[in-house]
C-alpha cells in the first residue's frame, strides 16, 4: 500500500503501528519509504520476538539494536505482548504465560529491564489464547498484578478480549470494566475467524464484526478514548474500505465524546 499512502494528499488516519522486527535490518530503499511516511505520520510500534514471559535470557544485542532504531526514527511508543514466544528458539506464536505469582515477579523484573535498556516505558498488550494456562489467579487479575508491578502501561486489545470471553466463557465487559484505566496507552481493534460457535480465531484478517464494535464503544465509557489502531494483517482490503472502518472508529470516539460533554 506504501505508493496509494505516499500519493495521498489527506491521509485517512492519524497514526501507523509497525513492527519493528519488520524493519530494522532493511535495505536502503525501504527505509527511504519508511522514512518518507514517518515524516507524513507519527508512527508507534508493537514488537513481535520480545517474549517478555520466557525464561530464555533477554536478548540484550536485540535490544540496543531496536534503541537505536527508535531513536533514529524518533518514535517514543513500544508495546509487545504479554506473552512468550521463545525457549530453545523461536515458537512463531504467542504463548500464554501461566497466571501465577512468580510469573507475575517474573515478568515484572524483565519489563524493568527492557525499559532501562530502551529508555523508554515498555507498554504490554493483553494476548488471545486458546489454552488455559497454569494459574493461581484469573487473567484480569494476572494482568493488573503486572501492570502493578512493572508500573507499565496497557495496550487495550479489545477484539482479543471479545475472543477470550467466548473462547473461554467469561463476560467481555466485566472484564474490561476490571482493567486499570489509567494504565491504557492506546487501544486494538481487529477481525477474526469464527470456527466454531465456541471457538474464535485472532486472525487480524477479517472485518470488524457488530459485537466488537459495541465492545469498543463499551470500553470508551470504561478507560475514555484512546488512540485506536485498525489491525489488519492479510485479506487487506482497498484503503477505501480500510477508511470506513477507521471512520467508524471516528465516529464511536465522536458519539462518546458527545455524551461526556
Not at 7 to 29: H, K, S, V, Y
Not at 125 to 139: G, I, K, L
Request: some cysteine.
Amino acid at each position: 500500500m506504501y505508493q496509494e499512502l505516499i500519493e495521498c494528499d489527506q491521509l485517512p488516519f492519524d497514526f501507523l503501528e509497525i513492527a519493528p522486527e519488520n524493519w530494522m535490518n532493511t535495505g536502503p530503499r525501504l527505509q527511504h519509504q519508511l522514512r518518507a511516511l514517518r515524516e507524513r505520520v507519527p508512527f508507534t510500534t508493537h514488537g513481535l520476538s520480545l517474549s517478555i514471559g520466557s525464561f530464555a535470557p533477554l536478548d540484550h544485542a536485540f535490544l540496543k539494536r531496536l534503541k537505536a532504531f527508535l531513536d533514529e526514527y524518533n518514535i517514543d511508543l513500544y508495546s509487545e505482548h504479554l506473552s512468550y514466544c521463545s525457549d530453545d528458539g523461536h515458537l512463531y506464536d504467542l504463548m500464554p504465560i501461566p497466571f501465577t505469582t512468580d510469573a507475575v515477579s517474573h515478568v515484572s523484573q524483565r519489563v524493568r529491564t527492557v525499559s532501562d535498556i530502551l529508555e523508554r516505558p515498555l507498554v504490554l498488550e493483553n494476548v488471545s489464547f486458546y489454552a488455559m494456562p497454569s494459574h493461581d489467579m484469573t487473567e484480569l487479575e494476572f494482568i493488573n498484578a503486572v501492570l502493578t508491578e512493572a508500573d507499565c502501561g496497557l495496550l487495550l486489545d479489545v477484539n482479543n478480549v471479545y475472543v477470550n470471553s467466548i473462547n473461554h466463557g467469561y463476560d467481555a465487559r466485566e472484564f474490561i470494566a476490571g482493567l486499570p484505566a489509567e494504565r491504557v496507552r492506546y487501544m486494538h481493534i481487529a477481525g477474526h475467524y469464527q470456527q466454531q460457535p465456541d471457538l474464535i480465531i485472532d486472525t487480524h484478517g477479517a472485518d470488524v464484526i457488530d459485537p466488537v464494535w459495541k465492545l469498543l464503544d463499551n470500553s470508551y465509557q470504561h478507560v475514555g478514548c484512546h488512540p485506536t489502531l485498525l489491525e489488519r494483517d492479510f485479506n487487506i482490503p482497498s484503503l477505501n474500505t480500510l477508511s470506513n472502518e477507521l471512520a467508524t472508529i471516528r465516529k464511536t470516539q465522536a458519539l462518546q465524546h458527545a455524551v461526556l460533554s
